[in-house]
């Protein structure tokens, strides 16, 4: 299962992105001192959640051809990771997701949700107007699963756009346009995310691309979207 999930995901970035998948409840090594810093009054379900995703995160360093290190937290929870890489984490579903790359210049951002309805009192927040209308192109029964891809890739861009603007923006700062035939979106900044230095510029009015898998892609019950920027 992992194994098909790392295709699928690796498939959704350029090359030499490396994607490693574990499962939340697995036998992890514990974390470093250092990451320890970071889950001292940590529950029980988010330290698991956390040492499985540093676990993912060193797997994939080996797999770019380097060393296991340590990815300690900065003071916005951010990952801190070794130099010369940048990656992204996410979790859901009992699945933990770390994609990395050995490419300073690149930002990425992945994140995977369970693939289950928006809870509609949450469309208002989560979506734009303009979003908002769309959903109404399509049948009832498949909106709350649009609405939830639509949070899910603002998700991924907001990882990705925080280390280069260091912004931390609201979901109106953002406007989705996804393309379900061809398995993509197009993100466009609005009019409150152009008060945002930085932002219009890494996503223009003309979108910057977002890969998704389709839906019966994924081997798991997950949405998984993901996005590469460069400075």
Not at 77 to 101: D, F, M, Q, Y
């Amino acid at each position: 299962m992992s194994i098909a999930l790392e295709q699928s995901i690796s498939g959704l970035f350029g090359a030499g992105v490396a994607v490693a998948v574990l499962p939340v409840t697995g036998a992890h090594p514990p974390l470093l001192p250092i990451e320890e810093v970071a889950m001292r009054r940590a529950v029980p379900s988010r330290r698991a959640e956390f040492t499985a995703g540093r676990a993912a995160a060193r797997l994939a360093l080996q797999r770019l051809g380097l060393p296991p290190a340590a990815i300690p937290s900065a003071p916005d929870r951010s990952p801190v990771w070794p130099a010369g890489v940048t990656g992204s984490i996410s979790h859901a579903a009992g699945l933990c997701v770390a994609v990395l790359l050995r490419d300073p210049a690149a930002t990425l951002g992945l994140d995977i949700e369970e693939a289950t309805p928006l809870d509609e009192d949450l469309w208002p927040l989560v979506l734009t107007p303009s979003e908002l209308l769309s959903l109404d192109t399509h049948p009832p029964a498949q909106r709350g699963r649009i609405a939830k891809r639509i949070f899910s890739i603002k998700e991924a861009a907001y990882k990705a756009q925080f280390p280069l603007t260091g912004a931390v923006i609201g979901f109106q700062a953002l406007e989705v346009t996804p393309d379900f035939t061809t398995h993509t979106a197009q993100i466009c900044c609005t009019d409150i995310g152009a008060q945002v230095p930085g932002l219009a510029a890494l996503f223009p009015p003309k979108g910057a691309a977002c890969q998704i898998l389709k839906d019966g892609e994924e081997t798991t019950p997950i949405f998984v979207a993901g996005l590469e920027l460069r400075k």
